[in-house]
């Protein structure tokens, strides 16, 4: 299973199905550090992935194979295909986290790119 790396495009190309990518957003180690993403002592209640057009057309069913399959305390896995009705592109896509503090973090991708390899 392929894991997100911050500085590199996800590519899907036609016929690409059931493509599972773990994002993962580390906790932080202590109260007052600096490291890592997710406050201290707060874990991932629950993720919601969305993906749109340039602009701003939702296409989330149509890249999203299935809902945001399951969450660890600190990564979210989601199944990707190509999107066959709106097809090559570039897409604006996010991960909207909620704690279980109740906060919720926002994360712009930005980086999924549908096209013919």
């Not at 069913?61 to 592109?89: C, F, H, Q, R, W």
């Amino acid at each position: 299973m392929p894991s997100y790396i911050g500085n590199f495009a996800i590519v899907l190309q036609p016929g690409d199905t059931g493509k599972v990518y773990k994002f993962e957003y580390p906790i932080k180690t202590e109260a007052y550090s600096n490291e890592n993403v997710i406050p201290f002592g707060a874990t991932i209640s629950s993720a919601v992935f969305t993906a749109s057009t340039s602009d701003g057309t939702d296409i989330t069913s149509d890249i999203l194979e299935s809902p945001v399959g399951s969450t660890d305390d600190d990564a979210v896995y989601v199944t990707l295909k190509y999107p066959v009705i709106n097809g090559a592109g570039t897409y604006d896509t996010k991960i909207v986290l909620t704690l279980s503090t109740t906060a919720t973090m926002e994360f712009d991708l930005n980086r999924v790119i549908a096209r013919d390899l």
